[in-house]
């Protein structure tokens, strides 16, 4: 049966995550309420990357297969869907695609800023302490060395492995955001949070890089700051072959 995959974007505010869930409105069941309502015909979705309540993304992917004659109907589509969800296309692929196995990579962006600023307010974390820079980056750049990162997935994480090739780590100023880039094989739940959390206890001095490389070490969730929210997070791509 032919394969399509949808490229998405949304603002995650709203939504309890990618993700069908019970009792809670998704990303996912946005979109398979709209292909329903347009194709007349009910589209079961394979999602890419899970991403949690209230993290937004620029690409993230969903593919489906079906027998009906497929156009790239993103406008129309985009016509039903909220405001907060934008189908960016629509593309036929190989039948075995998958657009979560098939990912090579995929990079996160964490956004944080120092001064009020309306325009940021829940697309940001808004942050007024100084942060040292240089401190960050040292912490950013402790992370290429490692792969196990046990201590940055949250509780109940129901995965096998907890390795993960991270290709870039970086901390960048951008306009009036601090903007961390963290881009992987795969991530594991809650991980650039923790990340995020716990590197931001380096820039304020609150610990140090060796205290942080300890705790990727320690190889506990207990030890690290999951406590940045959500709003401040992207997926900012997924990389196919």
């Known amino acids: 049966m032919p394969r399509y995959f949808i490229e998405v974007a949304y603002k995650g505010t709203n939504y309890s995550g990618f993700q ?3 009792n809670a409105n998704s990303i996912q069941a946005e979109v398979e309420k709209a292909l329903e ?15 949690d309540a209230g993290v937004h993304a620029l690409q993230n992917y969903f593919h489906f297969d079906t027998d009906l004659p497929i156009k790239d109907d993103a406008y129309n589509l985009n016509a039903i869907l909220p405001t907060d969800i934008v189908v960016k ?7 075995e695609a998958h657009c979560r196995f098939d ?5 996160y962006h964490y956004f944080v800023y120092r001064h009020k600023d309306p325009f940021l307010q829940g697309m940001a974390y808004y942050l007024p302490y100084s942060v040292d820079m240089d401190l960050l980056r040292q912490a950013a750049a402790e992370i290429k060395k490692h792969t196990d990162f046990t201590s940055f997935a949250k509780r109940n994480t129901q995965v096998n492995s907890f390795i993960c090739n ?21 991530f594991l739940r809650g991980m650039v949070k923790g ?20 705790i990727i070490e320690s190889r506990d969730c207990t030890k690290a700051d999951f406590s940045v929210p959500s709003h401040g997070l992207f997926l900012s791509a997924v990389i196919f072959p």
Do not use: H, P
């Open 103 to 107: 990912a090579l990579s995929r990079e």
């Open 20 to 22: 069908v869930q019970q």
């Open 89 to 95: 296309n629509i593309r036929s692929v190989d039948d």
């Open 195 to 214: 990340l995020v959390g716990t590197m931001l206890l380096v820039g304020k001095k609150k610990i140090s890089v060796e205290d942080f490389k300890t």
């Open 37 to 51: 309502i347009f194709y007349k015909q009910k589209i079961e979705l394979t999602g890419s990357s899970r991403t």
């Open 166 to 186: 991270i290709s870039v780590s970086e901390w960048v100023e951008e306009k009036d955001c601090l903007v961390y880039k963290v881009k992987a094989n795969r």
